[in-house]
């Protein structure tokens, strides 16, 4: 595998790592929204990598190494030995078509072959836990699924997904990973605080939450959440929602995508399921770190002792938010754990998408860094 790094700036263009890649098979890209748009940016790309596959989507900030940054793109070259590819799309107009426009998807991949996949989806018209369900009802059992919504800052107004070298609102794009060299690691953890008492999910319709312990969800959430409930729903990544189904289940994360004055009800990234139990949550910086090298180690690990040469990183809009000017700390951990060896590329999304751990099932996650690495054998 080989791997060149190059970053776009409005004010300079393109700039590149010193080891150029001439035949690239995937240019993996992760921008601002605008700046995905730019008339020279993906061309100039095109131009450059005349045979390769795009793939990428709209940010609330870019990964390049260790180095976070806002309305600029990163791209990440790939050359592989012996690991072939194939991409597909569907377009998603509803929350509701989330299971069949999964499900579509992993049927247009060919079986035969395929490692690993990796998705991209538009973040804001989806329900991420049911786009998870009908992916992983249709793609073979042995095959691992990681990837995340893309993002649009803190402004939740418009996010793109990268095809055909344009972006586009309301697509969810598939890449397939194919042949034995590739070797795939993952992991997925977070590391935020419960605060309040548990409550009970009284009334929910999948990802719509209105009552918490038969009283409106909203109001709820706007008395603990004082002065910063003028800021919903963006002020609401700072409290997400712990929710287990019950007393053996790893809780899930949800984060808010949507208020609704009207009805008081509650958008999230995913499912909330009724009958269910939930908990708001807080952060705590150093568990934050901790979850994002917890995430390395767990994506480390998985590969079964072969060394990554490409990490892609994908961590939570309101992970950042908290983190703000030391956001970068939460990078910079995944490298002390992973080394000095593998590109690391990727984006701050509206949920991401992976298992917690190589033994546990794929699901849809929040405020979590998750992390795939991969390895090609020579």
């Known amino acids: 595998m080989q791997v060149e790094q190059l970053s776009w700036e409005g004010s300079s263009g393109w700039a590149s790592s010193d080891n150029p890649v001439s035949d690239a098979d995937l240019v993996l890209i992760f921008g601002d929204g605008k700046a995905l748009g730019a008339s020279d ?56 078509d989330s299971f069949e426009t ?64 344009r972006p586009h609102t309301g697509l969810v794009a598939i890449l397939g990973f194919y042949g034995s060299s590739l070797t795939v690691g993952y992991g997925s953890l977070g590391g935020w605080d419960p605060f309040g008492p548990e409550r009970l999910i009284t009334r929910s319709s999948r990802n719509i ?24 729903p963006a002020t609401g990544l700072l409290f997400p929602l712990s929710i287990r189904s019950d007393e053996s289940a790893t809780p899930i994360v949800r984060t808010i995508l949507a208020v609704n004055e009207d009805d008081q009800s509650m958008t999230f990234a ?10 708001l949550m807080k952060a705590n910086f150093d568990r934050l770190m901790d979850g994002a090298m917890g995430a390395a180690y767990a994506s480390q690990s998985a590969i079964r002792g072969s060394q990554p040469e490409l990490a892609i990183l994908i961590s939570c809009v309101g992970r950042k938010l908290i983190l703000k000017q030391r956001v970068d700390e939460e990078v910079e951990g995944v ?19 992976s298992p917690f751990t190589p033994s546990a099932r794929c699901e849809l996650h929040n405020q979590t860094m998750t992390i795939t690495t991969l390895a090609e054998a020579a």
């Not at 309305?71 to 569907?90: G, K, M, N, S, Y």
């Not at 490298?335 to 998408?353: C, D, H, N, Q």
């Open 41 to 96: 940016a993906i061309p100039w790309l095109r131009h450059r990598f005349p045979k390769a596959q795009f793939f990428g989507c709209s940010t609330a900030g870019e990964i390049l190494g260790t180095s976070v940054s806002d309305e600029r793109i990163v791209a990440t070259a790939v050359h592989f030995d012996r690991t072939t590819l194939h991409a597909a799309q569907a377009r998603i107009t509803a929350a509701d």
């Open 270 to 279: 995913g499912d909330i399921p009724e009958g269910a139990y939930g908990r």
């Open 102 to 165: 999964g499900r579509r998807l992993a049927q247009s991949l060919p079986h035969a072959g395929l490692r690993h996949a990796f998705v991209l989806s538009d973040g804001l018209n989806v329900n991420g836990s049911e786009l998870v369900r009908g992916l992983t009802s249709a793609i073979p059992s042995d095959v691992t699924v990681t990837g995340g919504l893309s993002g649009d800052g803190a402004r939740f107004e418009t996010t793109y997904v990268l095809w055909d070298d």
């Open 335 to 353: 490298r002390a754990v992973l080394g000095s060896g593998p590109a690391l590329t990727g984006f701050y999304s509206y949920g991401e998408i």
């Open 209 to 232: 939450l209105y009552e918490l312990d038969g009283k409106s969800a909203l109001k709820l959430y706007k008395d603990y959440l004082g002065d910063h409930a003028a800021g919903l």
